[in-house]
């Protein structure tokens, strides 16, 4: 029994065939957990009216007692900008619904604590989880058992297989379950990791130790294009970032970190996630070379000391840390020491100001299972879960996938489990079963139709928007869908009709672009920007990536002069992609394997413990 | 006591009838100082070169012709690989046997114990040799050596000297670069006079970094002593079995040639002929042609032998390949990524050729020619032709 | 099929990063304000003897001499080899010695480890010092083939024989992979390139098992660790520390050129008269003595 994919779903998956007694071992292409994921990110447990889901508290114990997670989510508001207007709209009701919490995470810390607790149970039954090897192959043999090759280890046969390699599913593409993703089908996550000191976050915010909260913006910010920006706390750090349907990009392709710029130069936003930072000041180039050498790193080591001991200093775990370890006696003498380095950088010629301190940038495809999900979530003894099932949720401001992989991948742990019982894999048995399961899943059902209460809720906080700046195009609807009655029918209609239908209007420039620019022409408040943001250039932001490349490229390109290549130029977060002489050419080192060109690449994950690495995720 | 220690041995290496350039380089070196040591101090000590192998009797004469006065060789078929045990213990016993020592110069035969000073090349070969040697000898070695002088030296130890004023003669200063680059280390194999523990240490010995000293010219009327040596081997110290050796198929040799030149996106133009005249550049300087990153990729289109010959990973210089610290390194055509730099920065004299003023090499370079590739370096392969002559090497 | 026993050498060294590194006004290493830590070498040795553990669940020891805070690199190195028996040979007149010097202490302290061990492996060099000589030393007081540069190797248990890939790069010829075989026990000095390579799932999962006793142990490596004196050594104080060196350092110098980053003429690629001048120079640095 091997799971492949490292991610939430993957462990997920793990732990709950731990749970019922059954060895599994899973592989993972990433040098450890974590190395390879990338979430927004906000992590929901949910209670449905109808169905129930299994919630990563109940697949594993210690989840919130241990923490590995950063706030919770108390506050969920939603802004509309223009320039330097601001209108914003509380949400928090539309993200409480139906639910028990959201926390927001950071992918590595988070999986890489599921792996621990998957790790303990699985081993005790003979499996575990190998880390650094990528799945390249797999094939049959007569019995109907899967043989699976790696560019890292021997062959080794299993009697079933859980996909949980993600929204660019390599198992997927290699044995031909589905077809690859399209552009329609497909959101363009894009994201920055900001560092800011735990206290300075609870009072820039208003929350205390135990709380958290999610800023969404539309409107100007979003360049035009069809979804929209985030801003969630974390515990010291801040994931700012922005979701866009893929297809609107192919249309008017901007840069993906152009829109993170766009984003982070907002007024409101840049006020977010201010900081006091150590300005370094240019070494006098007449002094001896070894001089300049000697400030250079004396400056490097003390702005590290500065920065670690002020983010413990403003932590009040982190002041008790201090302490415990024996180093200072009071937060008094804690400050005074960085008091004491705050001197000394002055004296090496460094200042004090304002600015953000960007940490990590990533990206990655988002599926959105309106459009995508596999409708049987199978091929022959292999079961997909999560994102590589297509299955995540994206409703108006709604976007759940963590949650949606670790019910699937405790799903698919179940099936597997009995067909060991029967020893019976058969599509029959296996796959049909485990279709079936997903099918009743309450998030498939959110993927196929509209729920009448959440959109109640979602009026209800958008009431105040003036009829005028609806304009004539929803006006008549909204009025419809006030009326609880009309609602109840019009909602049936529209998933008698077919989501999709009324996709294309409910998710158009008009709702996530025009309207928000309106509300805060018309209704915002001015913010105003105290400093302007230093912005890392691209290049910065790729070299700043840690990544293990390899020798040869692991993407292909087929079809140098095609438009969609062209665009690639454009698209890929990382600037992989030149065009010379009319030809797309790929430089594959610095790829995030975000799957952005996967369309028309012969696209794989990298080898074992190669490409990128997240730190945060 | 003064007359135990005498001569310089050098021991050399080859492979496949060939001697590396390093063993050449030592004889050279050897020869210079042993001039000037017996200049200075009125003398006759000798050059003589040790070497170990298979059928190498006649190879082993033209040492002579590159300076060494003398040439202990055994020859055996157990030697015919470089196996640690084996060829330490016999390389020890040359040094120790007074028949052989009393055969270089039979004035001393009845005093001379073992040589004064010692050569090894500083390879994966010659590295761990020298180590193991000087442990079976129990005495000193200085690794990776760069300049050599020989001298009188007056100084006082606490250790060494017990405190007092010593003067000790013919001492070898073996020169070494440290690790940050910045600093020279001199290091000397001293015998102790301090009477609380008396030692000698002879003889003073030194892996030498291989392209540093000049190679010597062959004179065929140079005369010597060729000496062969007939080992004890025990059998326990045959006991490695070399299974099998392969080579690995590099083209690239980055390590011998003085010069590199390397291109990179500049070629854009007309790749083709910029890549010819970047290796005919590479050819006058006797010098190996090297690329940028984005090169590896060929990114441009040209003919199939240029383009395996030249757009290989193996060619990149820079934090995906090689790092070099060549005498002379041009690159042409080349921005200064901050990977391509470091492969490059410890270079010793860097010229870049680049249209681009503002291009990121300037601040990497000591000279920076600003026109494109395809005018300047025609212009520059003139003028080398007219000034700078490069010796073949061997 | 006996236990097979393996014992890693390691050096604490500065910490060469930056951020942890501190220089002096001239250039040379401030190693008072330069943290430590377990050299890179150090650990790729250590990495190596994991290897046995996983494979062969051979038992580690690691030795090292240094001053009382080098335990801190014998708790590094026990964090990647899995090691149960930690060894800080530590005394004053063991200072000041050159890598003869060293290679006594060295030699003494592994005849006192538990276990007679099989193989000993250390780094290639140590990254200050660089002299690579103190592993091949200690091969040869203890009486142990040496093996230098090994890349990989496999321990045939019955017939308690090692093979081994090394790699020979000799100037002015291509490198050569050389495969040998060598009874036990040997002295092996890793190559900066070796790999440890775990082909199987069941190698794979006993890996991570191992490696997860390894983080326990560490945290415990007091546990581990003992100290030796010279006394409780009983090393013969005549062959160790500065008596025991042949070697000395004489004199330190400033590098007469240097390689810092450097101020560009600037040249006109079209004058003619210009380019003559600039050859000029390249041939001037052809001719001088080249500095690594």
């Known amino acids: 029994m091997a799971i492949i994919g490292g991610g939430s779903a993957g462990l997920s998956a793990l732990k709950q065939l731990s749970n019922l007694g059954k060895q599994a071992i899973l592989l993972e292409a990433g040098s450890e957990i974590g190395a390879k994921n990338i979430s927004g990110g906000i992590l929901y447990s949910k209670k449905p009216q109808k169905g129930t889901v299994t919630n990563v508290e109940d697949v594993y114990e210690n989840f919130l007692n241990d923490a590995p997670f950063e706030r919770k989510i108390t506050k969920y508001i939603l802004h509309s900008t223009s320039k330097d207007k601001v209108y914003s709209m509380d949400l928090t009701a539309a993200h409480d619904y139906q639910s028990n919490f959201g926390y927001s995470v950071l992918l590595n810390k988070l999986n890489s604590w599921f792996a621990k607790q998957a790790i303990e149970s699985a081993e005790k039954l003979g499996g575990g989880i190998i880390p650094g090897v990528h799945v390249k192959s797999i094939t049959w043999n007569e019995s109907g058992n899967a043989i699976i090759q790696t560019d890292e280890l021997d062959e080794f046969e299993v009697k079933a297989v859980i996909a949980a390699d993600g929204v660019n599913s390599e198992i997927a593409d290699m044995v031909g379950a589905r077809p690859k993703f399209t552009p329609t089908q497909l959101y363009q996550g894009v994201k920055v990791i900001v560092k800011l000191p735990e206290e300075i976050i609870e009072k820039r915010f208003g929350i205390s130790s135990d709380e958290g909260v999610a800023h969404l913006f539309a409107g100007d910010v979003t360049l035009n294009h069809i979804g929209g920006g985030f801003l969630y706390t974390n515990s010291d750090t801040l994931s700012v970032g922005a979701v866009y349907h893929y297809h609107s990009q192919i249309t008017n392709p901007s840069e993906p970190s152009a829109l993170i710029d766009a984003l982070l130069k907002n007024p409101m936003i840049s006020e977010f996630i201010k900081d006091d930072v150590p300005i370094k000041s240019k070494i006098d180039k007449s002094l001896p070379q070894e001089e300049q050498l000697r400030i250079r790193f004396a400056m490097a080591k003390q702005i590290k000391n500065w920065n670690e001991i002020r983010f413990s200093y403003l932590s009040s775990s982190g002041r008790q840390r201090l302490i415990d370890s024996g180093k200072y006696k009071t937060d008094e003498d804690i400050k005074t020491r960085l008091d004491g380095i705050e001197n000394q950088l002055t004296k090496l010629g460094v200042s004090f100001g304002s600015d953000y301190v960007e940490a990590e940038y990533g990206a990655k495809l988002v599926p959105d299972g309106k459009r995508c999900r596999m409708q049987k979530p199978f091929f022959k003894n292999i079961l997909f879960v999560g994102d590589a099932a297509g299955r995540g949720v994206f409703v108006g401001p709604r976007i759940e996938g963590l949650n949606v992989g670790i019910d699937d991948g405790v799903r698919a742990a179940n099936s597997v489990a009995r067909a060991i019982d029967k020893n019976d894999f058969s599509a029959n048995s296996l796959g049909e079963y485990y279709s079936k399961e997903t099918e009743n899943s309450p998030y498939t059902t959110d993927m196929k139709q509209i729920d009448k209460n959440y959109l109640k809720i979602f009026l209800d906080a958008t009431k105040d928007i003036p009829k005028d700046i609806i304009g004539s195009r929803y006006g008549p609807i909204l009025k419809m869908m006030s009326n609880e009655k009309l609602r109840g029918i019009a909602v049936k209609f529209a998933n008698i009709l077919g989501y999709e239908k009324l996709l294309p209007m409910l998710e158009s420039e008009d709702t996530y672009v025009k309207i928000p620019i309106q509300l805060a022409e018309r209704l915002g408040e001015t913010v105003f920007r105290s400093y302007s943001p230093s912005i890392p250039s691209i290049s910065d932001r790729i070299g700043n990536l840690s990544y293990n490349d390899d020798n040869s490229s692991h993407i292909k390109v087929l079809n140098p002069n095609s438009e969609f290549m062209k665009k690639m130029v454009t698209l890929c977060p990382a600037k992989c992609y030149t065009e010379e002489g009319g030809n797309v050419i790929i430089q594959h080192e610095g790829c995030v394997d975000c799957g952005t060109c996967s369309q028309e690449t012969e696209w794989k994950h990298p080898r074992g413990e190669k490409g990128i690495h997240y730190k945060y995720g | 006591m003064a007359e135990q220690f005498r001569h310089l041995y050098v021991v050399i290496e080859h492979e496949d009838g060939e001697f590396l350039p390093v063993s050449l380089e030592m004889i050279g070196e050897a020869r210079r100082l042993m001039d000037d040591f017996n200049s200075k101090y009125s003398s006759k000590e000798k050059v003589v070169a040790v070497m170990l192998g298979h059928n190498i009797q006649d190879t082993s004469k033209q040492l002579i012709g590159y300076g060494a006065d003398a040439v202990i060789y055994c020859d055996n078929p157990e030697l015919k690989d470089v196996r640690n045990t084996i060829h330490t213990k016999i390389i020890s016993q040359i040094a120790q046997d007074t028949e052989t020592l009393g055969e270089i110069e039979v004035e001393y035969a009845i005093d001379i114990q073992r040589p004064r000073y010692m050569f090894f090349a500083a390879d994966s070969i010659g590295r761990h040799l020298s180590s193991t040697v000087l442990t079976e000898l129990e005495s000193g070695l200085a690794s990776d050596i760069n300049q050599l002088v020989i001298e009188d030296i007056e100084m006082s130890h606490q250790q060494k000297t017990g405190g007092k004023k010593e003067t000790y003669e013919k001492t070898l200063e073996m020169y070494r670069p440290d690790f940050s680059g910045f600093l020279w280390t001199t290091i000397l194999c001293l015998d102790n006079r301090n009477p609380a523990f008396p030692r000698y240490y002879h003889p003073q010995s030194c892996s030498i970094i291989p392209g540093v000293f000049e190679l010597p010219k062959s004179d065929s009327s140079r005369e010597g002593k060729i000496i062969e040596f007939v080992p004890t081997i025990d059998t326990e110290d045959l006991r490695v079995k070399v299974l099998g050796r392969e080579i690995i198929e590099s083209e690239v040799d980055f390590e011998t040639p003085r010069t590199i030149v390397s291109f990179g996106r500049g070629i854009k133009e007309e790749p083709e002929q910029n890549i010819k005249l970047v290796e005919q550049l590479a050819k006058e300087l006797n010098g190996e042609v090297g690329i940028t990153l984005p090169i590896s990729k060929k990114p441009y289109p040209i003919s199939s032998s240029l383009d395996a010959k030249y757009m290989i990973p193996d060619r990149v210089i820079g934090t995906s390949g090689h790092k070099t610290s060549a005498m002379l390194y041009i690159a042409a055509g080349v921005s200064g990524a901050m990977q391509h730099v470091w492969g490059m920065k410890d270079s010793g004299f860097v010229v870049a050729i680049n249209p681009d003023e503002d291009a990121p090499i300037k601040d990497e370079c000591d000279v920076f020619i600003k026109g494109r590739m395809e005018d300047v370096i025609p212009l520059l392969i003139e003028e080398i032709k007219k000034q700078i002559q490069i010796v073949e090497t061997v | ?292």
Do not use: C
């Open chain 3, 1 to 292: 099929m006996g236990q097979l026993n393996i014992a890693v050498i390691i050096k604490l060294e500065p910490d060469f990063s930056e951020g942890n590194v501190s220089y002096n006004p001239d250039g040379t290493l401030n190693r008072a304000e330069t943290k430590n830590t377990l050299g890179p070498h150090s650990a790729i040795a250590a990495h190596a003897a994991f290897f046995g553990k996983v494979m062969y669940d051979a038992k580690v020891s690691i030795g090292t001499m240094g001053p009382p805070i080098a335990d801190l690199a014998l708790q590094q190195a026990q964090q990647i080899s899995d090691a149960e028996e930690l060894h800080l040979y530590s005394d004053r007149i063991f200072a000041g010695a050159d890598t003869l010097g060293t290679a006594e202490v060295l030699k003494t302290g592994i005849h006192k480890m538990k276990e007679k061990m099989d193989i000993v492996f250390s780094g290639h060099r140590a990254s200050d010092g660089e002299t690579g000589q103190t592993g091949p030393q200690t091969a040869w007081k203890l009486g142990f083939t040496f093996l230098g540069n090994v890349i990989s190797y496999t321990v045939d248990m019955e017939t308690r024989t090692l093979r081994a890939k090394r790699l020979i790069s000799l100037q002015g010829t291509p490198n050569i992979i050389e495969e040998i075989e060598a009874p036990l026990p040997v002295f092996i000095s890793i190559d900066p390139t070796y790999k440890s390579s775990f082909d199987k799932v069941s190698q794979r999962l006993a890996f991570h098992k191992y490696q997860k006793e390894a983080a326990e142990r560490a945290d415990n490596y007091k546990d581990y660790f003992t100290m030796f004196n010279a006394k409780e050594l009983g090393v013969d104080e005549t062959l160790v520390g500065l008596p025991g060196s042949p070697t000395i350092v004489y004199k330190v110098e400033r590098v007469p050129k240097s390689t810092a980053t450097r101020k560009a003429e600037v040249v006109d690629g079209s004058d003619p008269e210009q380019i003559k001048k600039v050859v000029a120079r390249m041939k001037e640095a052809l001719d001088a003595m080249v500095i690594k």
